[in-house]
């Protein structure tokens, strides 16, 4: 069997060629066996199809390229949930812009490791200029506002506690009821103080509570008091600005993690939305949200880079003090991880081919899809609007259903893969969940989501799709 082909080199782009025309048409034959955004069947008759295209893993003579190619493609893409479908509106996962994924091919076949300038020489120059102006959105008024690149709202807000941590010691975490799980998660991790939980009655943080809090906290400095810019169940954003005053006047550091509403920064319509979120100390920002990105596309943002000193590492063989000295730029302060792809060149590509306008339409329609399907709700009789909705979340229910229903015709709808909705406890029930992501989504669309539920109960073994 003759050596494959590198992706790398001068020629690689003609070793890629034909591999790409493979994977394309297993993407588009396995889309349409599909047939909806979800596999009929449930994880059992999913997973015997996948097993079944897939074995043997490891065969004693190989297939070859493109028959690999070809079948386990095609049978991911049959038995994937896809964002980019108009009816799979269960979580924060986001159909990516195909200007996005062209972007990641290249990264991927130049594959440079971003923990070292010699193994990413533009790659970090790249990454260094597009953080700072990712930055400086968050932070205009900032004089060297700055960015770490993460793997998502998880690997920031858990840098955001070890900054405060190297900063001032062990600091007593403060949060809202409303606040992502890896907050508290990386409290624990970090060996951190039990935080302490702010409710949020109606979806945000109580500020009295919250004042409340920080008094019967005042003897045990420092404090970090972490708001949430677009809830993970309701879309809400904290009051920023109320909640700052309150920092400032007990002495809080605050930290806002804003991983799905931070992008509303491109947008003239929203962007007020966001205001006092200058005043963080550290920031969250995911763009695999509502920045229409593959995965990974996370950032943490800091007013000032100084503020990002206690990553600093040393190892003689990615960062020798001599090379430094030199010139070199050093990466390994950039991450708490070694190897990293430079998932910052689709995000460069994205800015730069859509600019704020276009950034700012997506988000903007997208919003507006959201409200179009709270009208929806509001006007078809038998189904029940928890609120309006503040980013493109919208929470319903059938009138009359108890939560085990559904429960039920949401399981219902993903069993035949004729819909992913998402669940999320509301005000003491349990509500249907669309997140809309896809701007390219039509009233048409959401008009058939909403014919999905009708009547309540849908059809006893129905396998309609």
Avoid at 164 to 169: F, N, V
Avoid at 243 to 272: M, T
Avoid at 291 to 310: E, H, K, R, S, Y
Avoid at 441 to 460: C, I, Q, Y
Wanted: proline fraction near 9%; glycine fraction near 8%.
């Amino acid at each position: 069997m003759p050596l494959p082909p590198l992706a790398g080199g001068a020629g690689g782009a003609a070793a890629l060629r034909p591999l790409i025309d493979t994977v394309l048409d297993a993407l588009h034959t396995g889309a349409a066996a599909r047939g909806g955004p979800l596999p009929a069947g449930g994880p059992g008759a999913v997973t015997e199809r996948l097993l079944d295209a897939s074995r043997p893993v490891l065969p004693a003579t190989g297939t070859g390229a493109e028959e690999a190619l070809r079948t386990l493609v095609r049978a991911l893409t049959e038995g994937a949930a896809d964002p980019a479908d108009p009816l799979c509106v269960a979580h924060l996962h986001t159909p990516p812009l195909a200007l996005a994924v062209a972007a990641d091919l290249a990264a991927s076949a130049l594959n440079p490791s971003m923990d070292s300038w010699d193994q990413a020489p533009a790659a970090s120059a790249l990454e260094a200029e597009v953080a700072r102006t990712i930055a400086a959105e968050v932070y205009p008024n900032a004089p060297a506002p700055d960015a770490l690149v993460t793997t998502g709202g998880t690997e920031s807000n858990q840098l955001a506690l070890l900054l405060a941590r190297e900063r001032h010691g062990p600091v007593q975490l403060v949060h809202g009821a409303n606040a992502h799980h890896s907050l508290p998660r990386a409290a624990w991790f970090l060996g951190l103080p039990e935080p302490v939980t702010v409710p949020a009655p109606a979806g945000v943080i109580d500020l009295a509570a919250l004042d409340e809090a920080l008094t019967d906290l005042h003897h045990h400095p420092p404090l970090l008091v972490a708001a949430t810019a677009g809830t993970t169940d309701t879309g809400r954003i904290d009051p920023l600005p109320e909640i700052a005053d309150l920092c400032a006047r007990h002495n809080a550091e605050l930290h806002v993690d804003a991983a799905y509403g931070g992008p509303l920064l491109f947008s003239d319509v929203h962007k007020n939305r966001l205001a006092g979120l200058d005043r963080a100390h550290s920031v969250t920002l995911d763009l695999h949200k509502l920045g229409w990105q593959p995965v990974a596309a996370g950032l943490l943002a800091v007013p000032d880079t100084a503020a990002l000193a206690p990553l600093g590492h040393q190892a003689d063989y990615l960062n020798a003090d001599d090379d430094t000295e030199a010139g070199l730029p050093d990466l390994l302060g950039r991450s708490l991880r070694t190897t990293r792809r430079p998932d910052i060149l689709k995000i460069a590509v994205t800015l730069r081919a859509l600019g704020r306008q276009g950034l700012a339409d997506l988000v903007d329609r997208t919003c507006a899809a959201a409200q179009h399907l709270a009208d929806l709700v509001e006007k078809t009789p038998g189904l029940e609007l928890h609120d309006r909705p503040t980013l493109s979340t919208v929470l319903f229910r059938p009138t009359g259903a108890d939560d085990t229903e559904i429960a039920t015709i949401r399981r219902t709808l993903l069993t035949e893969g004729r819909a992913v909705l998402g669940r999320a406890p509301a005000d003491g029930r349990l509500w249907l969940k669309a997140t809309i992501l896809n701007p390219h989504t039509t009233p048409h669309d959401l008009a058939t989501l909403l014919a999905l539920l009708s009547p309540l109960s849908l059809p006893e073994g129905s396998t309609h799709r």
